[in-house]
């Protein structure tokens, strides 16, 4: 009694309340493509009204209509919605129906929500002023797939994509991404995409990526269409292990539509099943398995998307996992709606009916759409995906992705949230992923084999490189490697084993090497049968240069290699005094030079040194006094033996008075030049033994070097032609030069920046082969110009043949040659630089040359002139002075001994000095008139004794031994 007693109080003020409340009517317009998502819009209508903070006190009309593609059926749907008085439309449908939606609403001023628009060229204010976008602009996700690529480090890849503005616009982030980080895109195919999806083909362009050899493929359109092209990829082997697929948006937020109808009695598309269905169902092949994908992310706004979800399937019975990121962004989109209408209408604005004929004259605008569209912009709403807000160009903030992977499990199938990806910190992966096949292991971008593979392989015949077998018969096939041997054919029958492939060569379609036709604009020989693709790969030791290059590919280099001037070499002919030819005639001059110093020096040193033998006895002749001496010996008094008694003990230790004269001294000297034992014996003074030791010490160094340079000169071929470089043949009359036509030598030099080598090909007269080539080098007044390993290989058979020079010009490298992105170019990157680490490809070379022949060692020599032995003849002369100078030293000692020797004796030094000089003066004018016969010389001690005491006494002075004399009388 009590509860009907309040119900009855409390009804009419309710009523009255209901009566005083201004109702604000306002009707908007959905387009979805396909009518796909009526029941998400119709449930996210009823909750915003029952929302007790969304559109308060406002009544939401809602104009449901279906869309296609179709112009006219856009424009139709648009200009009835116009009609109808809407004051916003909600679009939700791919980038190019949107854009036309937006086109006609904006121009009449009513806003556009767009649910899943996505391309980036719908942010022109100009002609879009009032669009809001949902999701975010293929440039992100664009950005969040290259980063997945990167995660996986699959730095090669292909994109396969539909040909509509969704297409072609979501891959041009990835190509710049791809181009900045140095990725390679393998292939890129476009497909367009009929109305009738099931008529759908794209097995051409699947052939093309199967066959550019792609691991990983981008695949970028529509779920409709990416069921169809996934349905053909599994039956040309591309969804099997060892294959990855990343799908965007369009694929992710539609799952659904992968799946595929089966008939009743059918067999289950999953290959591993053999289940027989008994009614029709729709099923998600296994061939999905592993599809790895971006989306919208929703881990943000996970409180909400549980209640919309808990919610839809209850009232539904639709499972949550068929609750697609699509439909999870159209509830998003009414809640957006229902915030900017409210926030509007709260403001104190008013939303009137605009019934707008879209070609009525004069023209009608809705004037309040501009300023709802200010508050649409500035809403923040908390949404299944996250919390949505948006920037001034209407364009959604803090754009995240989810990463998600698709998994087929008996029944079902759907994308399984995995990571996420961030613009700040890139991708996140949190969980396992299964790849395609139901790999658990990610794939590599790489192949790691050729096994299965046959590939054909051009060859043009060039030794050594490439040698043709003459006995090769047509029963075992013109492409057989038992037809060719060399080295190329070697290295492919080693790469063979490594990558385990199969193959066959094949000559040049033209029969001709080939290159640039000038008069036919066009690539000839074995460059058009790579740009026409009837050969995989030219295994022929190609020229890397930057002509080929722009139409080709290369692989890494297998050898280095330079150009060279190749010609006959001359031969000196025989000379019966080639033991001349080590030294020039400046040098023999300076030797001789040399032997008559030294002799002269020597001998001098012997006759002026006070220790020499010679100056030592005269010097004692003239000093000594024999009778006191011989007194003070009878006495027993030793106090002047070594000093006054010098004649008796030379005398007694040498009894040979001329040693070391002028002829002793030429026999030391040239006994010394031809390594020979003297037969007298050594200069006894300090300086005449320094200028020995530096004269054996020179003698040492040129017998080396005549010795040397001998062996050199009787085994040497010398060269006269005068040419150490390329370019002295256009100094030169004697060679005409040229090279083979068309060949990497005449491009590289025709492409130098140097005049000089510009002329010597203008200058040329070319060969046809390389044969005619050698050949021509071979007769004699050619120089051919060609490159440094075939000369290695041609004078291996030719010793004869000769290079200009030292080393080669114009280094270059030997690659095979691939069509352009050839999908082997990395796999025999990798197998050729493995061999060029472990010198694999060095040692083939060697073995090949040393199994061609030998030419007799050649030792480099040049004729020694006096530049080459200044050094040694400075050391004599340095020697020389040093001599000098222990001579003076000599002299200095030996004066120093005679100070204060005898009472009548030297005093100072310097009276010393004077003394010895005296001396040494007298000897040499006793030694002049020697040959003049104008004095006697002595040539007994007695006879200089005699000589010496004569002179005193006729100069009046009483001697030490007239004293003596009468001692010794006197004792008698």
């Known amino acids: 009694m009590f509860f009907l007693i309040i119900l009855l109080l409390v009804t009419p003020c ?144 292909s994109i396969l994509t539909s040909y509509d503005p969704y297409g072609i616009h979501g891959i041009s982030g990835i190509q710049e991404a791809a181009s900045s980080r140095n990725w390679k895109v393998n292939n890129i195919q476009h497909f367009a995409v009929p109305l009738d999806i099931g008529s759908l083909d794209v097995t051409e362009e699947l052939d093309r990526i199967k066959k550019s050899e792609s691991r990983i493929i981008v695949l970028n359109c529509g779920a409709g269409a990416a069921g169809q092209v996934l349905r053909q990829a599994e039956k040309k082997g591309l969804t099997e292990k060892g294959y990855a697929w990343i799908v965007s948006d369009g694929i992710t937020g539609n799952f659904v539509y992968l799946s595929e109808m089966v008939q009743a009695g059918e067999i289950s598309p999953n290959r591993n099943e053999l289940t027989r269905y008994t009614g029709n169902r729709s099923i998600f092949g296994k061939y999905l398995t592993g599809l790895i994908g971006t989306i919208p992310a929703s881990r943000d706004g996970k409180d909400v998307l549980r209640k919309f979800e808990n919610e839809f399937s209850a009232r539904t019975g639709r499972r949550k996992r068929d609750i697609t990121p699509y439909a999870r962004l159209a509830f998003d989109s009414v809640l957006v709606m229902a915030q900017s209408i409210d926030d509007f209408i709260q403001a104190g604005n008013k939303i009137d009916e605009e019934n707008i004929d879209f070609w009525a004259e004069p023209g009608r605008y809705s004037n309040q759409g501009p300023e709802l569209y200010n508050f649409m912009k500035n809403v923040v709403v908390n949404g299944s995906t996250k919390v949505l807000s948006f920037d001034d160009r209407g364009a959604i903030k803090n754009a995240k992705y989810d990463i998600v992977n698709f998994v087929v499990d008996d029944k079902n199938g759907f994308f399984n949230d995995v990571g996420d990806w961030d613009p700040t910190t890139g991708v996140t992966i949190d969980d396992h992923v299964e790849f395609s096949g139901g790999a658990m292991v990610a794939p590599t971008y790489q192949l790691d084999s050729l096994y299965g593979r046959h590939l054909i392989l051009g060859i043009d015949p060039d030794p050594p490189f490439i040698f043709e077998n003459l006995t090769c018969t047509a029963q075992w096939g013109k492409g057989t490697r038992k037809c060719y041997y060399g080295y190329c054919i070697a290295l492919v029958e080693e790469l063979s084993k490594k990558l385990n492939f199969t193959y066959e060569f094949t000559l040049p379609s033209d029969g001709t090497w080939g290159g640039y036709d000038d008069q036919g604009d066009r690539w000839t020989g074995i460059f058009s049968d790579l740009l026409n693709h009837r050969i995989d790969i030219a295994t022929v030791h190609m020229s890397i240069n930057s002509v080929r290059e722009k139409i080709i590919d290369f692989s890494v280099p297998f050898m280095q290699a330079g150009l060279t001037v190749v010609i006959q070499g001359e031969r000196e002919r025989s000379d019966g005094y080639f033991f001349l030819y080590p030294f020039s005639i400046d040098v023999f001059y300076a030797i001789g030079a040399c032997v008559l110093a030294v002799i002269l020096i020597i001998w001098l040193y012997n006759r002026v040194s006070p220790n020499g033998q010679y100056w030592k006895k005269q010097f004692a002749l003239m000093t000594c006094h024999c009778l006191a001496c011989r007194r003070q010996l009878r006495r027993g008094s030793r106090q002047d033996k070594g000093r006054m008694c010098t004649l008796e003990n030379l005398h007694n230790r040498e009894q040979n008075f001329g040693h070391l004269d002028l002829g002793s001294s030429s026999w030391l000297v040239l006994a010394s030049l031809l390594n020979q034992e003297p037969v007298v014996r050594w200069p006894t003074s300090l300086p005449g033994r320094i200028v020995l030791l530096a004269w054996w010490l020179i003698v040492l160094i040129v017998i080396s070097m005549y010795t040397a340079n001998l062996a050199a000169f009787l085994t040497v071929n010398k060269m006269a032609t005068g040419m150490t470089k390329i370019e002295d043949l256009l100094e030169q009359s004697k060679y005409k030069w040229g090279t083979v036509k068309d060949t990497h030598p005449e491009i590289a030099l025709s492409n130098s920046v140097r005049k000089e080598l510009k002329d010597i090909i203008r200058l040329q007269d070319p060969v046809e082969t390389t044969d005619e080539g050698f050949n021509r080098a071979m007769g004699g007044n050619f120089a051919f110009i060609y490159e440094s390993p075939i000369y290695e290989y041609m004078k291996r058979k030719h010793c004869s043949l000769e290079k200009v020079g030292i080393g080669d010009f114009l280094s270059f490298d030997y690659a095979f040659g691939f069509p352009p992105q050839s999908p082997y170019v990395d796999i025999f990157n990798r197998a050729l630089l493995r061999m060029q680490e472990t010198s694999q490809l060095e040692t083939m070379w060697q073995s090949l040359l040393q199994s061609t022949g030998h030419c007799p060692a050649q030792i480099a020599s040049a004729q020694l002139t006096m530049q080459s032995l200044n050094g040694v003849f400075s050391t004599l002369a340095a020697a020389i002075l040093l001599s000098i100078v222990a001579l003076v030293g000599e002299y200095v000692y030996v004066a120093w001994g005679d100070v204060n020797t005898t009472e009548k004796g030297p005093k100072t030094l310097m009276e010393a000095l004077k003394r010895r000089l005296k001396y040494l003066i007298a000897d040499v004018r006793q030694s002049i008139s020697l040959y003049r016969s104008e004095t006697p010389a002595f040539t007994r001690r007695e006879d200089f004794e005699l000589h010496n005491i004569e002179e005193e006494v006729d100069s009046g002075e009483e001697t030490d031994t007239d004293q003596g004399d009468v001692e010794v009388e006197e004792g008698k």
């Open 14 to 157: 309710h009523s009255l309340v209901n009566q005083n409340v201004n109702i604000h009517r306002v009707t908007i317009g959905i387009l979805d493509r396909g009518a796909k998502y009526k029941e998400y819009f119709d449930f996210a209508l009823q909750y915003v009204e029952n929302h007790p903070t969304l559109l308060r006190d406002t009544k939401v009309t809602a104009l449901y209509r279906e869309i296609d593609p179709q112009p006219l059926t856009i424009s139709r749907r648009v200009f009835e919605l116009l009609q109808r008085g809407v004051s916003m439309i909600v679009c939700l449908g791919p980038s190019s129906i949107t854009q036309q939606v937006t086109n006609y609403a904006n121009q009449k001023g009513v806003p556009v929500i767009a649910v899943t628009a996505t391309d980036p060229l719908l942010e022109n204010k100009e002609v879009r002023p009032y669009l809001l976008r949902i999701s975010p602009s293929d440039n992100q996700q664009s950005r969040a797939i290259a980063d997945i690529l990167g995660y996986y480090r699959w730095l090669h890849f």
